[in-house]
Nanobody, 124 residues
Framework: QVQLVESGGGLVQAGDSLRLSCAAS????????MGWFRQAPGKEREFVAA????????YYADSVKGRFTISRDNAKNTVTLQMNSLKPEDTAVYFC?????????????????WGQGTQVTVSS
């Protein structure tokens, strides 16, 4: 089992930055691919970003590429999503996810572990 706890959400204005953190506990964190998904009201869940177990490869949705940066610290069992130049359309609940199995990085079904989510609201 892997337990994930997100923090850092909040209300910001368009153009601002926000940093989300995810603390993991339980099974070996260093062998786990980590990522972030988001879900806005009335919309389907969507992939945001992911990072492989060693932190050597990162993946981003086209909608956030160039604005968001995912990173991890295996010594501290944390993964971070730095979000810059936020837009109102980034408003959503953001979920930290983890998996120890192979699969499509952008697919929610790949990830067996999900956090409770943290709300990000960007006002125009």
């Amino acid at each position: 089992q892997v337990q994930l706890v997100e923090s850092g959400g909040g209300l910001v204005q368009a153009g601002d930055s926000l940093r989300l953190s995810c603390a993991a506990s339980g099974r070996t964190f260093s062998g786990t691919t980590m990522g972030w998904f988001r879900q806005a009201p009335g919309k389907e869940r969507e992939f945001v970003a992911a990072i492989n177990s060693r932190g050597s490869s990162t993946y981003y949705a086209d909608s956030v590429k160039g604005r968001f940066t995912i990173s991890r610290d295996n010594a501290k069992n944390t993964v971070t999503l730095q979000m810059n130049s936020l837009k109102p359309e980034d408003t959503a609940v953001y979920f930290c996810v983890a998996t120890q199995r192979s699969g499509l990085i952008q697919a929610g079904e790949t990830y067996g572990y999900w956090g409770q989510g943290t709300q990000v609201t960007v006002s125009s």
